[in-house]
């Protein structure tokens, strides 16, 4: 059973980055497409970031265009977001989901629509100076 660990949240200052860490155990990450999400307190759960699983397909919500970049090490096991120029309205519980489906590019399931087989428990990124 695939389980995701997201790490790397925590309180950061206006324009100041971020990187967060989505580790995964008991399955290679290999044949996964990942999506990191974040929901607000009092709002919608939105979709951030997606990307295939060999990386070669990407997908950024207009939100965090130019600021936000995901990447993956699948040596590592792990999937990161990069986050810069951080906005107070980035300030959410930010989870990673993995989807088994081979996808080769992500524009189609990078949505709150698409199921995910699995999901991580969060890390609460809180954007504030």
């Known amino acids: 059973q695939l389980q995701l660990v997201e790490s790397g949240g925590g309180l950061v200052q206006p324009g100041g980055s971020l990187r967060l860490s989505c580790a995964a155990s008991g399955r290679t990450l290999d044949y996964y497409a990942i999506g990191w999400f974040r929901q607000a307190p009092g709002k919608e759960r939105e979709a951030v970031s997606c990307i295939s699983s060999s990386g070669g397909s990407t997908n950024n919500a207009d939100s965090v265009k130019g600021r936000f970049t995901i990447s993956r090490d699948n040596a590592k096991n792990t999937v990161y977001l990069q986050m810069n120029s951080v906005k107070p309205e980035d300030t959410a519980v930010y989870y990673c989901?993995?989807?088994?489906?081979?996808?080769?590019?992500?524009?189609?399931?990078?949505?709150?629509?698409?199921?995910?087989?699995?999901w991580g428990q969060g890390t609460q990124v809180t954007v504030s100076s």
């Open positions: 989901a993995a989807t088994g489906d081979r996808i080769t590019t992500v524009q189609g399931i990078c949505n709150t629509d698409y199921e995910y087989d699995h």
